[in-house]
């Protein structure tokens, strides 16, 4: 089993940052691949970005050079900095994480709200 909690969520003004944090807890060696995931107010849940195992990374066109993903070489702890945020970036965003035999593990959420 794996555990995961996001942190980091919180209110900011269009073109500020905020650094979301996933901690992971567990099987940490079962992990096959990470990522951040965001549902927006009336929307489908949606891919933001994420990484393989060999550090491979993928972003949505929407957060594409403003967003970066990253973890620590323990695979305990990943991070997704936002940059110059919009306001189309407000939503709830979950930590993911897929193991090597195909198990999805999902964090709780964390709310991101970017409005003057």
């Known amino acids: 089993q794996l555990q995961l909690v996001e942190s980091g969520g919180g209110l900011v003004q269009p073109g500020g940052s905020l650094r979301l944090s996933c901690a992971a807890s567990g099987n940490i060696f079962m992990i096959n691949m990470m990522g951040w995931y965001r549902r927006a107010p009336g929307k489908e849940r949606e891919l933001v970005t994420l990484i393989t195992n060999d550090g491979s990374t993928h972003y949505a066109d929407s957060v594409q050079s403003r967003f970066t993903i990253t973890r620590d070489s323990a695979n305990k702890n990943m991070y997704l900095q936002m940059n110059n945020l919009k306001p189309e970036d407000t939503a709830v965003y979950y930590c993911?994480?897929?193991?090597?035999?195909?198990?999805?593990?999902w964090g709780r959420g964390t709310q991101v709200t970017v409005s003057s």
């Open positions: 993911h994480h897929r193991s090597v035999t195909l198990v999805d593990y």
